[in-house]
């Protein structure tokens, strides 16, 4: 591949970055309002979507990271995406634990949901300079 096909493949899964980290912030704003309206009476279904959602969120944080990887992005950058994608993996797992240790599942939600806000943040400052 030449250097220009090279920067376009960069400048493509740099964008797809930016958008999977906009993506995880909305997917844990929706978890927690289905969860809440799973606890507040809404049913299963709001527990089934919880799930889901919850499922596709993991998804998109492993594509984050392998995003971050093909764009070749500053260290840092690749850095808090594998941080993103391995919190996102344990807060996955905590989900089936119970009592003490399944109630980090939902703090470590915060985490990714911080976590994520900073990559589109960066991303962004990025894309502007």
């Known amino acids: ?22 993506a995880i912030i909305l997917a844990v704003c929706v978890q927690a309002y289905l969860i809440g309206a799973y606890i507040f009476g809404a049913g299963t279904d709001a527990l089934n979507s919880h799930k889901d959602i919850g499922w596709t969120a993991h998804s998109f944080e492993l594509l984050l990271f392998l995003m971050a990887l093909i ?43 911080v976590l994520a806000g900073w990559l589109l943040q960066r991303g962004l400052q990025r894309r502007r300079a």
């Open 71 to 113: 764009a070749w992005l500053p260290g840092r950058d690749i850095a808090l995406s594998l941080g993103l994608a391995v919190i996102g993996t344990v807060q996955v797992t905590l989900a089936s634990e119970s009592e003490w240790v399944g109630a980090l599942h939902p703090l470590l939600a915060l985490a990714v949901f």
């Open 1 to 22: 591949m030449n250097a220009g096909g090279l920067a376009v493949v960069r400048r493509v899964t740099g964008g797809l970055h930016l958008f999977l980290a906009a």
